[in-house]
Protein backbone atom coordinates (compact mmCIF):
# COMPACT_ATOMS: atom_id res chain seq x y z
CA UNK A 1 0.00 0.00 0.00
CA UNK A 2 1.80 3.49 -1.04
CA UNK A 3 0.72 6.30 1.30
CA UNK A 4 0.01 9.72 0.78
CA UNK A 5 1.98 12.35 2.26
CA UNK A 6 -0.17 13.44 4.30
CA UNK A 7 -0.50 9.51 5.48
CA UNK A 8 3.13 9.45 5.50
CA UNK A 9 3.24 12.93 7.86
CA UNK A 10 0.11 11.35 10.13
CA UNK A 11 2.70 8.60 11.10
CA UNK A 12 6.24 10.34 12.05
CA UNK A 13 5.99 11.03 15.45
CA UNK A 14 8.73 14.44 15.90
CA UNK A 15 10.34 14.23 19.12
CA UNK A 16 10.33 17.49 20.46
CA UNK A 17 13.15 16.79 23.29
CA UNK A 18 14.52 20.51 23.40
CA UNK A 19 15.42 22.55 27.05
CA UNK A 20 12.61 25.53 26.60
CA UNK A 21 9.13 26.44 24.83
CA UNK A 22 10.94 28.88 22.75
CA UNK A 23 13.67 26.13 21.29
CA UNK A 24 10.65 24.11 20.66
CA UNK A 25 8.39 26.65 18.77
CA UNK A 26 11.41 27.61 16.37
CA UNK A 27 11.64 23.91 15.28
CA UNK A 28 7.67 24.06 15.36
CA UNK A 29 7.38 26.71 13.81
CA UNK A 30 9.97 25.52 10.54
CA UNK A 31 8.00 22.29 9.96
CA UNK A 32 4.50 24.47 9.99
CA UNK A 33 2.28 22.75 7.48
CA UNK A 34 3.37 19.60 7.92
CA UNK A 35 0.50 17.16 9.06
CA UNK A 36 2.80 15.30 11.59
CA UNK A 37 2.76 14.43 15.33
CA UNK A 38 4.61 16.20 17.92
CA UNK A 39 6.16 14.22 20.59
CA UNK A 40 6.61 16.20 24.19
CA UNK A 41 8.90 14.28 26.33
CA UNK A 42 9.90 14.76 29.80
CA UNK A 43 12.78 17.32 29.08
CA UNK A 44 10.63 19.92 27.29
CA UNK A 45 7.20 18.53 29.70
CA UNK A 46 9.42 19.61 32.88
CA UNK A 47 10.86 22.54 31.61
CA UNK A 48 7.50 24.01 29.59
CA UNK A 49 4.82 22.24 31.59
CA UNK A 50 1.55 21.95 30.82
CA UNK A 51 0.48 24.95 29.33
CA UNK A 52 2.77 23.93 26.14
CA UNK A 53 0.83 21.20 25.55
CA UNK A 54 -2.67 22.85 25.79
CA UNK A 55 -1.07 25.02 22.90
CA UNK A 56 -0.10 22.77 21.00
CA UNK A 57 -3.78 21.08 20.95
CA UNK A 58 -5.35 24.28 20.43
CA UNK A 59 -2.98 24.93 17.34
CA UNK A 60 -4.19 21.53 15.84
CA UNK A 61 -1.55 19.29 16.47
CA UNK A 62 -1.42 15.59 17.41
CA UNK A 63 0.42 15.41 20.72
CA UNK A 64 1.97 12.21 22.09
CA UNK A 65 2.93 12.64 25.45
CA UNK A 66 6.09 10.69 26.03
CA UNK A 67 6.33 10.97 29.74
CA UNK A 68 6.77 7.20 30.75
CA UNK A 69 4.81 7.07 33.92
CA UNK A 70 6.42 4.01 36.40
CA UNK A 71 4.91 4.64 39.86
CA UNK A 72 2.49 2.90 42.10
CA UNK A 73 -1.23 2.29 40.82
CA UNK A 74 -2.52 5.21 42.53
CA UNK A 75 0.04 7.40 41.55
CA UNK A 76 -0.49 6.52 38.20
CA UNK A 77 -4.09 6.81 37.93
CA UNK A 78 -3.99 10.67 38.95
CA UNK A 79 -1.29 10.95 36.19
CA UNK A 80 -3.36 9.72 33.45
CA UNK A 81 -6.31 11.49 34.42
CA UNK A 82 -4.54 14.92 34.56
CA UNK A 83 -3.02 13.90 31.05
CA UNK A 84 -6.28 12.94 29.79
CA UNK A 85 -7.70 16.39 30.99
CA UNK A 86 -4.71 18.17 29.20
CA UNK A 87 -6.26 16.48 26.23
CA UNK A 88 -3.28 14.90 24.72
CA UNK A 89 -4.00 12.26 21.68
CA UNK A 90 -1.51 9.71 23.22
CA UNK A 91 0.31 9.24 26.17
CA UNK A 92 2.68 6.23 28.03
CA UNK A 93 2.81 4.43 31.09
CA UNK A 94 5.72 1.72 31.99
CA UNK A 95 4.99 -1.99 31.18
CA UNK A 96 7.24 -2.85 34.21
CA UNK A 97 4.96 -1.33 36.61
CA UNK A 98 2.26 -4.59 36.29
CA UNK A 99 -1.09 -5.14 35.44
CA UNK A 100 -2.64 -3.32 38.15
CA UNK A 101 -0.49 0.00 37.39
CA UNK A 102 -1.87 -0.34 33.77
CA UNK A 103 -5.12 -1.11 34.68
CA UNK A 104 -4.95 1.89 36.91
CA UNK A 105 -3.99 4.23 34.11
CA UNK A 106 -7.23 2.83 32.44
CA UNK A 107 -9.19 4.39 35.19
CA UNK A 108 -7.80 7.43 35.77
CA UNK A 109 -8.00 8.02 32.06
CA UNK A 110 -12.09 6.70 32.40
CA UNK A 111 -12.64 9.35 35.11
CA UNK A 112 -11.35 12.09 33.32
CA UNK A 113 -13.46 11.23 30.38
CA UNK A 114 -17.18 11.24 31.65
CA UNK A 115 -18.98 13.46 31.16
CA UNK A 116 -15.80 15.47 29.85
CA UNK A 117 -16.79 15.37 26.00
CA UNK A 118 -12.59 14.73 25.80
CA UNK A 119 -12.03 12.16 23.39
CA UNK A 120 -9.98 9.72 24.66
CA UNK A 121 -6.24 9.33 24.30
CA UNK A 122 -4.31 5.83 23.04
CA UNK A 123 -2.73 4.63 25.93
CA UNK A 124 0.74 3.22 25.29
CA UNK A 125 2.84 0.66 27.55
CA UNK A 126 6.68 1.32 27.17
CA UNK A 127 8.71 -2.02 26.33
CA UNK A 128 12.23 -1.99 26.75
CA UNK A 129 13.42 1.28 26.17
CA UNK A 130 15.25 1.46 22.51
CA UNK A 131 18.61 1.67 24.06
CA UNK A 132 18.89 -1.53 25.81
CA UNK A 133 20.84 -3.84 24.50
CA UNK A 134 21.12 -7.61 24.84
CA UNK A 135 23.60 -6.98 27.64
CA UNK A 136 22.14 -4.50 29.45
CA UNK A 137 19.21 -6.78 29.65
CA UNK A 138 20.99 -9.73 30.93
CA UNK A 139 24.00 -8.23 32.98
CA UNK A 140 22.44 -4.92 34.77
CA UNK A 141 18.48 -5.21 34.53
CA UNK A 142 18.88 -8.81 35.48
CA UNK A 143 16.08 -10.50 33.21
CA UNK A 144 17.28 -13.19 31.25
CA UNK A 145 16.55 -14.47 27.48
CA UNK A 146 16.52 -12.25 24.63
CA UNK A 147 15.54 -8.47 24.40
CA UNK A 148 12.34 -9.50 21.63
CA UNK A 149 11.33 -12.39 24.42
CA UNK A 150 11.45 -9.53 27.53
CA UNK A 151 9.38 -7.11 24.85
CA UNK A 152 6.62 -9.66 23.87
CA UNK A 153 6.16 -10.58 27.12
CA UNK A 154 5.78 -7.06 27.96
CA UNK A 155 3.22 -6.37 25.03
CA UNK A 156 1.14 -9.35 25.83
CA UNK A 157 0.51 -7.96 29.67
CA UNK A 158 -0.37 -4.22 28.21
CA UNK A 159 -2.63 -5.78 25.36
CA UNK A 160 -4.16 -8.30 28.68
CA UNK A 161 -4.52 -5.06 30.69
CA UNK A 162 -6.44 -3.29 27.74
CA UNK A 163 -3.81 -0.66 26.35
CA UNK A 164 -3.93 0.27 22.60
CA UNK A 165 -0.17 -0.58 21.77
CA UNK A 166 3.28 -0.23 22.87
CA UNK A 167 6.61 1.21 22.33
CA UNK A 168 8.91 -1.36 20.91
CA UNK A 169 11.82 -1.36 18.57
CA UNK A 170 10.97 -1.29 14.74
CA UNK A 171 12.47 -5.26 14.83
CA UNK A 172 9.90 -6.45 17.06
CA UNK A 173 6.75 -5.37 15.21
CA UNK A 174 6.22 -8.29 13.54
CA UNK A 175 6.25 -10.62 16.30
CA UNK A 176 4.11 -7.88 18.58
CA UNK A 177 0.98 -8.53 15.96
CA UNK A 178 1.14 -11.51 15.60
CA UNK A 179 0.64 -11.74 19.10
CA UNK A 180 -1.18 -8.90 20.03
CA UNK A 181 -3.18 -8.69 17.21
CA UNK A 182 -3.03 -6.24 14.11
CA UNK A 183 -4.86 -3.67 15.34
CA UNK A 184 -2.68 -3.12 18.68
CA UNK A 185 -0.38 -0.40 17.84
CA UNK A 186 3.02 0.01 17.74
CA UNK A 187 4.94 3.26 18.43
CA UNK A 188 8.74 2.71 17.15
CA UNK A 189 11.59 4.86 18.41
CA UNK A 190 15.54 3.69 17.02
CA UNK A 191 14.26 5.32 13.37
CA UNK A 192 17.54 6.51 11.36
CA UNK A 193 17.58 7.31 7.46
CA UNK A 194 20.49 5.67 5.64
CA UNK A 195 23.73 7.37 6.65
CA UNK A 196 21.99 9.12 9.94
CA UNK A 197 24.00 9.20 12.83
CA UNK A 198 22.95 6.49 15.22
CA UNK A 199 23.33 8.41 18.76
CA UNK A 200 22.60 6.43 21.68
CA UNK A 201 19.89 3.85 19.98
CA UNK A 202 20.86 0.55 19.36
CA UNK A 203 17.82 -1.36 17.87
CA UNK A 204 17.39 0.76 14.96
CA UNK A 205 15.98 0.45 11.17
CA UNK A 206 15.50 3.03 8.43
CA UNK A 207 11.78 4.70 7.84
CA UNK A 208 11.01 2.42 4.74
CA UNK A 209 12.24 -0.89 6.61
CA UNK A 210 10.17 0.10 9.72
CA UNK A 211 7.18 0.62 7.51
CA UNK A 212 7.59 -2.82 6.02
CA UNK A 213 7.48 -4.01 9.28
CA UNK A 214 4.29 -3.04 9.85
CA UNK A 215 4.77 0.37 12.13
CA UNK A 216 2.11 2.29 13.29
CA UNK A 217 3.98 5.46 14.35
CA UNK A 218 7.66 6.15 14.19
CA UNK A 219 8.97 8.56 16.40
CA UNK A 220 12.08 10.55 14.93
CA UNK A 221 13.86 13.11 16.96
CA UNK A 222 17.76 14.10 16.36
CA UNK A 223 17.55 13.10 12.41
CA UNK A 224 15.32 15.56 11.91
CA UNK A 225 16.32 18.31 15.45
CA UNK A 226 19.71 18.16 14.64
CA UNK A 227 19.70 18.24 10.88
CA UNK A 228 20.99 21.65 9.10
CA UNK A 229 17.55 21.45 7.82
CA UNK A 230 14.85 19.89 9.52
CA UNK A 231 12.01 20.79 7.20
CA UNK A 232 14.12 19.33 4.43
CA UNK A 233 15.29 16.17 6.89
CA UNK A 234 11.33 15.65 7.62
CA UNK A 235 10.37 16.30 3.85
CA UNK A 236 13.32 13.78 2.77
CA UNK A 237 11.33 11.47 5.39
CA UNK A 238 7.91 11.41 4.03
CA UNK A 239 8.92 11.20 0.74
CA UNK A 240 10.71 7.98 1.29
CA UNK A 241 7.22 6.62 2.79
CA UNK A 242 5.59 7.80 -0.19
CA UNK A 243 7.96 5.90 -2.97
CA UNK A 244 8.01 2.90 -0.77
CA UNK A 245 6.15 0.02 -1.91
O1 LIG B 1 16.68 11.43 18.64
P1 LIG B 1 16.00 10.09 18.55
O2 LIG B 1 15.36 9.80 17.22
O3 LIG B 1 16.88 8.96 19.03
O4 LIG B 1 14.80 10.23 19.59
C1 LIG B 1 14.01 9.15 19.97
C2 LIG B 1 12.94 9.64 20.90
O5 LIG B 1 12.14 8.52 21.27
C3 LIG B 1 13.45 10.25 22.19
O6 LIG B 1 12.55 11.32 22.51
C4 LIG B 1 13.32 9.15 23.22
O7 LIG B 1 13.03 9.64 24.50
C5 LIG B 1 12.12 8.38 22.68
N1 LIG B 1 12.04 6.97 23.05
C6 LIG B 1 13.02 6.05 22.73
N2 LIG B 1 12.89 4.74 23.10
C7 LIG B 1 11.79 4.33 23.74
C8 LIG B 1 10.78 5.26 24.06
C9 LIG B 1 10.94 6.58 23.69
O8 LIG B 1 14.01 6.42 22.11
N3 LIG B 1 11.62 3.05 24.02
Known amino acids: MKLTSEQAAGRIMVALDYP ?49 MHDIPNTVKGGANSVTKLGVDMFNVHAAGGSAMLEAALEGVDIALTGSGIIKPTIIAVT ?22 AVLRYAELAKSAGLDGVVAS ?13 TFKTVTP ?41 RAALESIIEELTTYE
Do not use: W
Not at 27 to 46: D, H, N, R, S, T
Not at 135 to 149: A, C, F, K, P, W
Open 128 to 149: HLTSTNQLMLNEQIGIGGTVET
Open 190 to 230: GIRPKGADVNDQSRIMTPSEALSQGTDYMVIGRPITAANKP
Open 20 to 68: SADAAEHLIAELQGIPCYMKVGMQLFYAAGPSFVQSLKERGYFVFLDVK
Open 170 to 182: PSEVKAIKAACGP
